[in-house]
């Protein structure tokens, strides 16, 4: 990527991502990117973050994503892969942090 400005960068992807795949899709993004925090296993990290890259695999937005979620420190599901502060972490990625007790139904 070349040298850009973050101003730059945060107005082309704005303008990009209007057409985004995700959008409108808020509710069911969220819900993958708590499915990953959730992830207690590499397995299930990597469903969440397969779930949310399918959206992202023909998305016109995806190279201006892609640019965006790194100068802007993004934590969370972009271009097909998740992000801890700005860096793209591997698909079985676990995120940090306490874990939800599993409970016997
Ligand atoms: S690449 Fe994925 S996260 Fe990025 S704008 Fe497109 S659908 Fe949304």
Known sequence: M???????????ASWQLAD???????????QWEAEHHR???????????????????????????????????YTGLAAGTMYENGRRRPEGWLAPGPKPAVTAN
């Open 20 to 30: 985004a795949n995700c959008a409108g899709a808020a509710g069911q993004w969220a």
């Open 39 to 73: 992830a207690s296993t590499s397995l299930q990290a990597a469903a969440a973050v397969r779930a949310a890259a399918a959206l992202c695999r023909d998305c016109p937005a995806l190279a201006a994503c892609a640019d965006w979620a790194e100068p802007e420190q």
């Open 2 to 12: 070349r040298p850009m400005s973050r101003v730059v960068l945060a107005r082309q």
